[in-house]
Every structure is written in structure tokens, then in C-alpha cells.
């Protein structure tokens, strides 16, 4: 993003501790991730602040991991009234019956084989491609499945850490 602080990160950085993790929270589902976020305030640069999200998921067990995943809905269904959930999807927006019906059947499948949903950073694809991207995924060894979702969980922050920076920029402006 930038070399210096903005004042989204400079409005993120002076938020009460309380409030700073409702915000995340919306974000992230996983109750760690977000207080390891809280504790390492203040951030001087948005890299700063994508370093500490990284970090902090790394270091996410299984658990943590879980009530992460408890936070998204299945791919094809957006939280009703939450705009960052349909915004992601998009892509599911205009996809046929057809594909949504076969969406509806893999999420089943996969929800029943790994104990979650199917996560994917959906930003910028097509029903299709996250289609595909299940069929591929859903015979994975449950461990290598895990990491994947952590991969996905570190892009899907990312863009709305991002989000939040540059909606508290203009909410400055």
C-alpha cells in the first residue's frame, strides 16, 4: 500500500482495543487472529499491519483455524444482508442453476468430508473456477486440505485489511 501511515491505519491504531476487535472480527472469525492483531498496534504501514495478519495465521491450530472457517458461508450462498460476503461472491452472482445446484452438491460432500466449508479466496473468480477449484481440492489428505485453507484465510484478510484501510481513509477524508 504506502511507505508511511494513513490515516486509516492511523484511525485503526487509536481505536479502542475493544472496538479495533469487533472490527476484526468481521473479518476474521478466529478470536486469536484478532488479538494478536490488537496487541501489535500501533502499525506504522499497511505491510506492517500485513506481516502481523500473516504472522498471526501462521500460528493458528487447528481450533483456531475452525472457528475462522465458522465465520464464511458457503461458496454460492452469501450471508444474507452482508455485503462483504455477496461483494466476494460475485462470481456466483450470474452462475446458472445448474451450477449452483452442482456447487450446492460438492459444498455438501466437502463440509462432510473435511468438518467445514469450503474456503476459497472467491475475489475475482468465476462460479466455475471455484467449481473447479472444489472438485480439485475435495480429494486432498485432510492436513494438506488445512494449509490450503490457511493460504485461502491469509488472502481473503489481506484484501479486507486493505478494505478497512482505505474505507477509514475516506471516512477521514
Known amino acids: 500500500m504506502t511507505s508511511c501511515s494513513t490515516p486509516g491505519l492511523t484511525r485503526f491504531n487509536s481505536l479502542p482495543a475493544d472496538v479495533a476487535l469487533r472490527e476484526l472480527h468481521e473479518m476474521c472469525a478466529s478470536t486469536r487472529w484478532g488479538a494478536e492483531l490488537v496487541e501489535g498496534r500501533p502499525y506504522g504501514t499497511a505491510e506492517e499491519l500485513f506481516t502481523a495478519a500473516d ?3 501462521a500460528r493458528l491450530t487447528a481450533e483456531d483455524l475452525a472457528e475462522a472457517m465458522a465465520g464464511h458461508p458457503p461458496i454460492g450462498r452469501p450471508k444474507p444482508g452482508d455485503p462483504t460476503s455477496s461483494r466476494e461472491q460475485r462470481g456466483m452472482s450470474g452462475a446458472s442453476d445448474t451450477l449452483r445446484s452442482e ?3 460438492l459444498n455438501l460432500e466437502y463440509q462432510e468430508r473435511f468438518g467445514h466449508v469450503f474456503l476459497i479466496c472467491a475475489t475475482g473468480r468465476t462460479g466455475e473456477q471455484m467449481r473447479d ?8 489428505p485432510p492436513e494438506q486440505e488445512r494449509e490450503i485453507v490457511r493460504t485461502e484465510l491469509t488472502a481473503i484478510n489481506r484484501i479486507r485489511l486493505t478494505r478497512l484501510a482505505e474505507e477509514a481513509e475516506e471516512e477521514s477524508a
Open 55 to 57: 504472522t498471526a495465521m
Open 103 to 105: 456447487m450446492l452438491e
Open 133 to 140: 477449484a472444489l472438485k480439485e481440492r475435495i480429494g486432498n
